[in-house]
């Protein structure tokens, strides 16, 4: 195991982007308290659209719009990027249209029944120190290599 | 929430979706070489992230009496129930078939990496489905 192992494609740019994330989560919480990942954007935007109860919870319904705030600033913080550094042929995923969304039914469900994503229980429940935090961390790394190693191997992309 | 907390909020978001970007997490090759153990950039990636983060839960509230903008100072409450352990397994079935994960997701329609609306799409679809399951609290 060297360096050029574990990172292929170097190191320099996941360490700059993970520290430059922590300081976007950060300024969420000097600046308004919030702590919070990406995942409940989902379930407070749909309180928008249907009167099903659990979506029109209070806590839901209260954060509803600084979390589409919140999401626009992720695009917009990509889209600057995209103007600085994207390569010129752009970033095309080359993944099946089926993974994808077949994926992003299993996101979506798991992510709300946990609590949490990569970023609530990863980042934000990480850094809080929280056991069950890192309990569905170290779930969601075991299935997701299990179905990622299978797939590869079973699925010709 | 006053215009203040919106406006940081826009900013800590477009900070967190420019280091997405940066750190290739909007590409979910990226992704899946991690998965399948081939690049551990990811790592430094939650890392990096985590680490500043744990510093600013840490010092900012034994600094600061409330936040810059107002409010108060929430804490993250994790709850441990076999829901989190089935809800974070599922989810990983669909991080490791898709290599796409909600941050990234949203992050995404910056970058112009279209095909991942499919996934987006899927991910309202799962959560319309968990949240019509749920009873309300």
Redesign the interface.
């Known amino acids: 195991m060297n360096m050029a192992t574990?990172?292929?494609?170097g190191?320099t740019?996941?360490?700059?982007?993970?520290?430059?994330?922590?300081?976007?989560?950060?300024?969420?919480?000097?600046?308004?308290?919030?702590?919070g990942?990406?995942?409940s954007?989902?379930?407070t935007?749909?309180s928008y659209v249907?009167r099903?109860?659990?979506?029109?919870?209070q806590k839901f319904v209260n954060a509803r719009?600084?979390r589409l705030?919140?999401?626009?600033?992720?695009?917009?913080?990509?889209?600057?990027?995209?103007i600085w550094?994207?390569p010129a042929d752009?970033?095309?995923?080359?993944?099946p249209?089926?993974?994808?969304?077949?994926?992003?039914?299993?996101?979506?469900?798991?992510?709300?029944?946990?609590?949490?994503?990569?970023?609530g229980?990863?980042?934000?429940?990480?850094?809080?120190?929280?056991?069950?935090?890192l309990?569905?961390?170290l779930?969601?790394?075991?299935?997701?290599?299990?179905?990622?190693?299978v797939?590869?191997r079973m699925l010709a992309r | 929430m006053n215009a203040i907390r919106l406006a940081s909020v826009f900013v800590g978001g477009a900070l967190f979706g420019f280091g997405l970007a940066l750190s290739t997490m909007v590409q979910p090759e990226v992704i899946l070489a991690f998965l399948q153990w081939n690049n551990f950039g990811l790592l430094l990636v939650l890392g990096g992230a985590a680490g500043v983060t744990l510093l600013t839960y840490r010092f900012a509230p034994r600094l600061l009496a409330r936040p810059l903008a107002g409010g108060q100072f929430n804490t993250h409450v994790s709850v441990m129930s076999r829901d989190t352990v089935i809800g974070a397994a599922i989810f990983g079935i669909g991080w490791g078939l898709s290599g796409v994960c909600p941050g990234p997701a949203v992050a995404s329609i910056g970058v112009g990496n279209w095909p991942v609306l499919w996934a987006m799409a899927g991910m309202f679809a799962g959560a319309w489905i968990h949240g019509s399951l749920a009873k309300a609290e």
Do not use: E, N
């Open positions: 574990l990172f292929p494609d190191w740019q996941f360490l700059a982007g993970g520290l430059i994330m922590g300081t976007g989560v950060s300024l969420l919480f000097v600046m308004a308290g919030i702590i990942g990406m995942s954007v989902f379930t935007t749909l249907t099903a109860p659990h979506f029109q919870q719009s600084w705030v919140l999401a626009a600033g992720l695009i917009a913080g990509a889209f600057a990027w995209r550094a994207a752009g970033i095309v995923t080359t993944v249209w089926w993974r994808l969304l077949a994926g992003g039914v299993c996101i979506g469900y798991g992510a709300r029944r946990a609590g949490g994503c990569t970023s229980h990863g980042i934000c429940g990480l850094a809080s120190l929280q056991l069950p935090s309990i569905a961390v779930t969601f790394l075991a299935t997701a290599m299990l179905i990622a190693q797939a590869a």
